[in-house]
Nanobody
Framework: QVQLVESGGGLVQPGGSLRLSCAASGNIFSILAMGWYRQAPGKQRELVAAITIGGRTNYADSVKGRFTISRDNAKNTVYLQMNSLKPEDTAVYYC???????????????WGQGTQVTVSS
């Protein structure tokens, strides 16, 4: 069974940094893209950053210049380095993967369980 396991959330003061990690495990043929989404209380889930297998990245305007997404294809792992954190970054952060389990079959979209990030003094 394929699963995504996230780590690295926590409580940090404004201006601080955190690094999130997400590792995919199971019988996976190829991970086409991985990304991070977040959902704050009372708000819809939104894309934070994504990265393709080729390394092309996409960021929400609100995090450009502060967050950096990267991936280790050999480890099926994606990272999100978050710097200059603001209280409005407080949310549950979810890892997402767009992947193929068996060559020639359809793609799958899977989610991690989420990790809480709280930015507060």
């Amino acid at each position: 069974q394929v699963q995504l396991v996230e780590s690295g959330g926590g409580l940090v003061q404004p201006g601080g940094s955190l690094r999130l990690s997400c590792a995919a495990s199971g019988n996976i043929f190829s991970i086409l893209a991985m990304g991070w989404y977040r959902q704050a209380p009372g708000k819809q889930r939104e894309l934070v950053a994504a990265i393709t297998i080729g390394g092309r990245t996409n960021y929400a305007d609100s995090v450009k210049g502060r967050f950096t997404i990267s991936r280790d294809n050999a480890k099926n792992t994606v990272y999100l380095q978050m710097n200059s954190l603001k209280p409005e970054d407080t949310a549950v952060y979810y890892c997402n993967a767009d992947l193929i389990l068996v060559p020639g079959t359809s793609r799958h979209d899977i989610w991690g369980q989420g990790t809480q990030v709280t930015v507060s003094s």
